[in-house]
């Protein structure tokens, strides 16, 4: 497909771990990133992973990648209210102009 | 926030009127972009502009109209508004090196088209 795929919603007790899921279509992409919105705010960059990395941990976010399925996952331990947003996964294709394709987002609910 | 402002931040107007948006930055970034936020739709692309009077359409240009006069400010145009235009309308720029393409985004401009 020519989307970015995500699903658009996920909820999670608090203190459980997160896992936002994302496919996408674009095996040339070089990077792939997370943003997250709060409401009435903007996006915010939080990570992003080079297309040659399988891996990236940033203190309770943890970035896979399946170059193989052309999946991407963020994970979010230990989770709290303050993460309560959208998020959107992003990726830069090389073979579109160099743009970013953003998906949908996910909204994450935090249950207490 | 790397230094973008949108103004206005909410704006009511009516079908058939023309709407200008502003975003401004004060960093002198080359790249701008305008998105518009929809539910079920996320982000989409308006209008980029990679220079001072370079801009070029994005996937949903139609309808809007861009300008770059100077490399603080993009705006973004509706020339005759429609209800189909009523959105929340994000500019971004690109930070970094080329390579790495990190986008900043605006806090939004709410519009409504009655």
């Known amino acids: 497909g020519e989307d970015v795929e995500q699903s658009l919603f996920l909820s999670v007790r608090e203190g459980d771990s997160s896992v936002i899921n994302c496919t996408y279509t674009?095996?040339?992409?070089?990077?792939l990133y997370w943003y997250k919105q709060e409401p009435g705010a903007g996006l915010q960059l939080l990570t992003y992973?080079?297309?040659?990395?399988d891996m990236k941990q940033d203190q309770r976010l943890t970035v896979l990648l399946n170059k193989k399925d052309k999946h991407l996952s963020l994970r979010i331990a230990d989770t709290q209210t303050g993460d309560s947003a959208i998020y959107f996964c992003?990726?830069?294709?090389?073979?579109?102009?160099?743009?970013?394709?953003f998906g949908k987002g996910t909204r994450l609910h935090i249950l207490p | 926030d790397a230094g973008i402002t949108q103004s206005p931040r909410h704006k009511v107007t009516e079908t058939g009127t023309p709407v200008t948006l502003r975003c401004h930055q004060t960093?002198?970034?080359?790249?701008m972009y305008w998105y518009r936020q929809d539910p079920g739709h996320g982000l989409r692309l308006i209008h980029y502009?990679?220079?001072?009077?370079?801009?070029d359409k994005g996937e949903v240009s139609d309808g809007y109209s861009v300008s770059r006069s100077k490399t603080e400010d993009f705006l973004l145009t509706l020339e005759s508004a429609t209800s189909s235009q009523t959105s929340v309308y994000f500019c971004?720029?690109?930070?970094?090196?080329?390579?790495?393409?990190?986008?900043?985004f605006g806090p939004g401009t709410r519009l409504t088209v009655l």
């Open positions: 992003a990726e830069r294709r090389v073979n579109r102009d160099d743009k970013i394709i």
């Open positions: 971004a720029i690109s930070v970094g090196v080329v390579s790495y393409n990190e986008q900043f």
């Open positions: 674009d095996s040339s992409s070089t990077y």
């Open positions: 502009s990679y220079g001072v009077k370079d801009t």
């Open positions: 992973i080079f297309s040659n990395m």
């Open positions: 960093e002198n970034h080359r790249y």
